[in-house]
C-alpha cells in the first residue's frame, strides 16, 4: 500500500477536475467519453472503467465504451437486464451510486462469473438520477476506493455524456472519419474522410470491407482480420495502426479505433469506430530503422549529455512520451542528465524539491520500485493504475517504462518514460524499449569514461594556462580558452599577459603543432621562456629571438607559432612581432576595424638565425587589441583571410564596454575540431601620467655628487619640496653601490606618480644585492641598503637586458 501524503490526497481531486475540465468539447462524442473515462485510470487507480446505458428497448444496459484491462478479468458482462440484481441495474432503479467489496461480490447474483482474485467495484449513475446509463470502475488495490478515489469518480460519472446510439442516427448521414461495419455480411458505411484517406472516392467503393482491406499493406492484413472478423474480436474496444499502398511512395500509416456493439433479438453485430491518419505521428520507418538510427546517433556522442540527448531524440516522438528523463546512477541518487520537457513543473513535486542546481537529482531511496527494477537490470513497464509511489506515479499517470542503462555487468544509469494518458504497450514497443536501453547503456558507460578523461585533459591544461590576468593601470584584458571537443588530447594553444617596469605589459598568444601531451609540454616550455626573456627587459624582437633558439636547442619536431606585443600603456604606443602566427586585430574607438599588414618572421624552432621584424602599432583611449590562434579563424569551409575578416567584423559591431561579453560572442560559433584561444585587451590611457627622467651616470669620482645635483635639479623642476634630503640619500646609496659592485654603464632613473618618487639605477651585473643581517662597529661598508631600506617605503631590485635594476620608493606624504 502506497500513501500519497496528506498534500497529495488534497490537490488530486482538484487535478482530475482540472483535466476533466481541459477535455476538449470540439471531439468526438465517443471520443471525449473515452477521453473521460480514462481519468478514473489516472486518477482513482482504477484498473478497468466503462459505460453501460439502455440499448434499444430499455430492457438491456449495454456496455458502449469501456478502458482498462479487458472486462472479462473480472467477469463482467457487455450487458445486463435491466430489471435484474446486478450492481449497474440497481444504479439505474435507485439512482445512487453503488460501492462493493469482495465480500459483497462473492454474495451477489454473479458470483459464480467473478474470478479468483479480489477486487473492489464501483457503481455510479450517469445521464440523470434514475434511468440513465452508470458507470461501472473496478480496483485491484486491497484498500479498494478511498475517500478521493470516490469522489474523483463522481465527477468522472457528472462528465459523462452519453454518446447517441447508433441506431439513433441509422438512415442519416455517417460522420465523416466514422465506420459502421456489419459482421454478418461485410457491408460496410464509411465517412468521406476515410474514403480520401483510402484514395477512393464516393463512386468508387462497392460498400464492402474486402475492398479496403485488399489496400492495405499484406503483412497488416492479420491484425486487421483480427478486428473485422466477430470471431476474433470479443466485445469491447479495439485500436491499432496499419499501413495501406500508395500509388507512389513509402505506405501510409492509418490509426482505427473501433467497438464491437453487440446484436441481440435479430440484430447482427456491428463494429463502429473511426479511422484516422498517423503519418504524422510516425517517422516512416520500422523500429528496426529506429534502432540504426539510434546505433549511429550514440555512435557519434561523446559526452554523457550527447548520450542523453541522442536517447530522447530517438525515443520521446516515436513513442508519443509526454515526459522522458535519462540519468546516471552515483551511488544512491540519480544524477540527471536530460529532462524532456525541461521545466521542472512537468516533474514530481518530490523532484522538484530534491533538484539541486543546474542538475537535478533524486533519491533512489525514495522509489523502491525503481530500485528493484534497477537491480534486477531489466526494463520494467507499470500500465495505467499501477500503484506507485508518488515519485514514479506522477512521471507516468498513464504509463511508465523504467529502462535499466547497464553494460559491463553493471547498471550505470536508468531512462524513464511516461505517458499522461494510458498507454498501451505492444509487443513491437517492448522490444524497441529493450535494444534502446542496450545501446544506451553501452553508449553511457563509454561516454563516462570519455567525459572523466576530457575532465582530466581540460584540468591539465587549465593548470598549464594563466589562472588569473593581471589588473593592468590603464587597460583591461581578458582571455578565453576553448579546448577542443574532436579527442581527448591536451592541445598546443596558450595566452599570457606579463606586466613590464614603466608600465608596460606584453601580450602573447601562441600555438604548439599537434593535440598531445608533447604540445601540451612543449607549450608549457615556451610560455616560461618568453615570461622570463620578457621580464629581463629585453625588446620584443630579442624575447621572440630567444625563444626562438631555446626551442631550436630543446631538438624537438615540433615547432611553434607566436604573437608578441609590447604595449607601452603610458603612451598609448605598442611594438609587436609575428613568428608565423596571425596579425593582431584593433578595433578602434569609433567602431572601424584594423588589420596592420607588416612582415613576420618564420615560426619558432624551424631556423636558427632568424630575423623577427618589429611593426609598431598606435593606440587612442578606447581601442581594443585582439590575439587569438587559427581555431577560430581557419575552417575546411573557410579560408583563414575570411575568418580574420569575420572576427574583425565581430569587433566592429560589438561593445567594448563589456569586454568579456564580447569574447564570448567571438567565440560563440568557434567550431570544436581545434584548440581556440583569444586574448582582448582593452587600453583605456592612464588617469595620471608619471612623469619621467634618467641620467646616465659616468664613471667619475664625483659620480654620486653629479647624481645627486641632477637630482635636486628635477625635483625642483617637477616642485617637490619633501622628502628630498630622503631621496638624496637613496640616490647616493644606490648609484654608489653601483659605481663600487660592477662594471660597465650605470644608469639613473626618476620616477613621480601619485605622490610617489621612484628611483632606479640600473647596471649590468645581475648580482642582486644582498642586505646584511649582522655589521659590526668596526665595519666600514654594508649599511648603504639598511640606509635605502630605512629611508625607503619600498625597495627591490628586477632583472633586466644584460643586467638588473635597483629600485626604492619614497611616499612624499608621509
Sequence with gaps: MVSEGAEGRGTRTSRAELALKTLTVDLDSRERLRRVLEQALVFAGASFAGVYTPGADADLLCLVESVGVPRTLYGLRDGYPASGGSPPAEVRR??????????????????????????????????????????????????????????????????????????????????????????????????????????????????????????????????????????????????????????????????????????????????VGTVGDASQLRSGVNDVARVQRLAAALAMAGTVRDVSQAVVAALRKPLRADRIALAELEGDRLVVTVLDPPEPEAWPELWRQEWRSEWPDAPVRTMPTLAAALSEGRAAIWPAGTALEPALAEVGPGGLAVLPLSAGGRVSGACLIGWDSPHVFGPDERALLTASAGLAGQALMRAHAFDAEHELVGMLQRQLLPRRLPKLPGAVAVARYLPTTAGLEVGGDWYDVIPLPDNHVALVIGDVQGHNAGAATLMSQMRTALRAYAVEGHPPDVVVSHANRLLMDLETD???????????????????????????????????????????????????????????????????????????????????????????????????????????????????????????????GLATRPLRENWTVWRVPEAARHARRFTKRTLRVWGVTEETDAILLVVSELVTNALVHTDGPVRLDLTLVNRRFRVAVADSSPRTPVKPTSIGWEATGGRGILLVEAMSAAWGTVPVSGGKQVWAEIALDR
Design 94 to 271: 435507485t439512482g445512487h451510486a453503488v460501492w462493493l467489496g469482495p465480500e459483497e461480490l462473492a454474495a451477489g447474483c454473479d458470483a459464480r462469473r467473478l474470478p479468483s482474485g479480489e477486487f473492489h467495484l464501483a457503481a455510479l449513475p450517469v445521464g440523470g438520477d434514475r434511468g440513465g446509463g452508470c458507470l461501472l470502475a473496478v480496483s485491484e488495490r486491497p484498500e479498494g476506493f478511498g475517500t478521493d478515489d470516490r469522489a474523483c469518480l463522481t465527477l468522472i460519472a457528472e462528465a459523462v455524456a452519453i454518446p447517441v446510439p447508433a441506431e439513433a442516427v441509422a438512415g442519416g448521414e455517417l460522420p465523416a472519419g466514422s465506420f459502421d461495419l456489419a459482421m454478418d455480411t461485410g457491408r460496410v458505411e464509411v465517412g468521406g474522410d476515410i474514403l480520401a484517406l483510402f484514395g477512393l472516392g464516393p463512386d468508387d467503393f462497392d460498400g464492402k470491407v474486402e475492398t479496403l482491406l485488399g489496400l492495405t499493406v499484406p503483412e497488416d492484413l492479420p491484425s486487421l482480420m483480427s478486428v473485422v472478423e466477430a470471431d476474433h474480436m470479443a466485445i469491447g474496444d479495439r485500436e491499432l495502426e496499419f499501413r495501406i499502398l500508395q500509388p507512389s511512395g513509402p505506405p501510409k500509416w492509418l490509426r482505427l479505433r473501433g467497438r464491437l456493439l453487440p446484436g441481440g433479438d435479430g440484430r447482427p453485430a456491428r463494429l
Design 558 to 684: 615540433l615547432f611553434a607559432t607566436c604573437c608578441y606585443v609590447d604595449v607601452n600603456l603610458e603612451e598609448g604606443s605598442a611594438w609587436y612581432v609575428r613568428a608565423g602566427h596571425l596579425p593582431p586585430v584593433l578595433r578602434h574607438p569609433d567602431g572601424g576595424t584594423e588589420i596592420p599588414d607588416a612582415d613576420g618572421g618564420p615560426p619558432l624552432g624551424v631556423v636558427t638565425q632568424a630575423d623577427f621584424p618589429m611593426s609598431p602599432l598606435r593606440l587612442q583611449p578606447g581601442t581594443v587589441v585582439a590575439l587569438t590562434t587559427d581555431g577560430l579563424v581557419e575552417s575546411k569551409e573557410a579560408d583563414i583571410d575570411e575568418g580574420i575578416d569575420r572576427l574583425a567584423h565581430g569587433l566592429a559591431v560589438s561593445d567594448p564596454a563589456h569586454l568579456g561579453l564580447v569574447a564570448d560572442a567571438l567565440l560563440g560559433n568557434a567550431r570544436r575540431d581545434d584548440d581556440v584561444a583569444l586574448l582582448l585587451m582593452r587600453y583605456d
